[in-house]
């Protein structure tokens, strides 16, 4: 993990396309931008997690007959 010092109003960048800005400091709360092109899905992680546990196949579902579904497309 590379961690990295910023002030309000200093920026990282990602690649060529993503920044980041350090919008406000309190206590114990940073408020973040981000700049990133619109095909690029940002999300919280806990919004995140969310996402990946539904698409998750349910427990006891045969993973074998839903990857030959989608082999036949």
Excluded: C, H, W
């Excluded at 690649?15 to 999300?43: H, L, S, T, W, Y």
Aim: hydrophobic share 40%.
């Amino acid at each position: 993990m590379l961690t990295l010092t910023r002030k309000v109003g200093e920026m990282i960048r990602i690649g060529d396309d993503i920044q980041i800005v350090v919008k406000e400091i309190r206590k114990n709360q940073v408020r973040i931008g981000i700049i990133a092109p619109p095909d690029v899905k940002i999300f919280r992680e806990e919004v995140y997690m969310n996402i990946v546990a539904e698409d998750a196949p349910e427990e006891g579902a045969d993973a074998s007959a839903s990857e030959d579904a989608t082999d036949a497309g």
